[in-house]
C-alpha cells in the first residue's frame, strides 16, 4: 500500500503563488508517476500534471502551462506542485495521485491523497 499526503493548501489573491506537496509513504517505488488532479464544486476532477519518479519527465494541461511547476525530490519522496499567477478558476481542491502509466486520466491512478483546498479570491 501507499499513502498520500498533500499539504500546502490555503486561500491566495490572484496573481500570488502557492506550493502543494504530496508526501509519499508505504511501498513505493522508482517507476510510480505522481499526477495532480483538482476538483471543482460542481465539476469533474480534472488533470493537472504528472511527473515520473525516476526521471524528469512532466506534463501540464493547457489551463496551467506556463504557470505551475511539478517537481520531485526522491531522497524525501516528495512531489511538489509550485503555482504562480493563480487566477480565480484555479480555486479547486487538489489532489496528488499515484498511478504507473503516464496518463493524464484519473482513473488511471491507484494511490490517492485526501486532497487540500486552493482557494484564489479576485
Known amino acids: 500500500q501507499v499513502q498520500l499526503v498533500e499539504s500546502g493548501g490555503g486561500l491566495v489573491q490572484a496573481g500570488g503563488s502557492l506550493r502543494l506537496t504530496c508526501v509519499a509513504s508505504?511501498?513505493?517505488?522508482?517507476?510510480?508517476?505522481v499526477g495532480w488532479f483538482r476538483q471543482a464544486p460542481d465539476k469533474e476532477r480534472e488533470f493537472v500534471a504528472f511527473?515520473?519518479?525516476?526521471?524528469?519527465?512532466?506534463l501540464y494541461s493547457d489551463s496551467v502551462k506556463g504557470r505551475f511547476t511539478v517537481s520531485r525530490d526522491n531522497a524525501k519522496n516528495t512531489v511538489y506542485l509550485q503555482m504562480n499567477s493563480l487566477k480565480p478558476e484555479d480555486t479547486a481542491v487538489y489532489y496528488c495521485?499515484?498511478?504507473?502509466?503516464?496518463?493524464?486520466?484519473?482513473?488511471?491512478?491507484?494511490?490517492w491523497g485526501q486532497g487540500t483546498q486552493v482557494t484564489v479570491s479576485s
Open positions: 511527473i515520473t519518479w525516476s526521471g524528469a519527465g512532466t
Open positions: 495521485a499515484g498511478g504507473q502509466a503516464f496518463s493524464t486520466r484519473a482513473n488511471d491512478y491507484v494511490y
Open positions: 508505504g511501498r513505493t517505488n522508482g517507476r510510480a508517476v
